[in-house]
């Protein structure tokens, strides 16, 4: 993996800021100024340096711009991907997580517990739907939604950190691939 | 326009995080982290008082991040234009000012310093289209590119605010309006 991951790196290293920003603009949801202010911290030495410089810019911002960020992500289960409207990527991690396959008392609760986490918190359930099933994400819903706001903007964004590791190795390997224990 | 702007700021303070980045989403090109931020900062009272809170977002990124916004920002008759690829917003702007009706020469002459602006500052030239003509634009570019990579990125970022200032007041008033002597 230790190869691989340098061969991408080098990958990464000799693209133009526009091929950087087209091919890795949706690692995090919508927010491609985030992997265009990465694009400044070239030469990678591995994907997990890429990955550390994209956690680095994330944790950098302010308290509103990491909301902000959060904010960016789609209900799981929610409108977007009921009007299939959601991205490419929410498409794929959403549906390994079953949330296509919810019944209609899964749907009510889930879109109950969504409705009433953006009214507490002012921001949407950000969860790596990739390493959880619906029923694991139900309960974290449960969980999480009597955490403070701090707790979730913190929680929410270590999630999506994860997300982009994960949508980081597919744009460069082109499938899924599960590597988060090298994490 | 003091009664218009408050009656807007008392729109937007109305709008859900959802339907804010859905209609402010693009009033940074591609960076709808940049409203999904502020709306953490309402109530608004006037559009100014929304832009400028837009603005201090955008001031406090680390350069990085100021280099990062700039990158999603399209060429000025580049090839996503040629290709009709752009957001529908800079295609009105490019349009408006005359970057669709350019000789042979002129574009030969604008792709040419567009690809040295890019090498020389890993940046693309971020101009506000619909305050100039296609000659200032050339003449700008000419003139820019002389200067230091700092330079470039504070004048791109304050060409930004400008466009984010113009697209805010057609996302509200549903039309161009001429109000730029307000800022």
Redesign the interface.
Known sequence: MAQTTIRHAEVLNKL???DF?EKL?NIVE????????????RQFYSLKGFHKAACD?ID??????K???L??FPDLAGTLAREGRLSADSTGEQRSAGLFDLTTEEQTNIARLNSRY?RKF??PFVLCARLNKKDAILRGLNIRIKNSKEQEVETGIEEAKKICWLRLVDVLQGEQVNIMSKL
């Open positions: 133009s800021f526009e920003v603009g919508k927010s491609p100024m985030v992997a265009a202010a990465v694009w400044s911290k810019f950098g911002l302010p308290i509103n711009g909301e902000g960020l904010r960016c953006k002012g921001i």
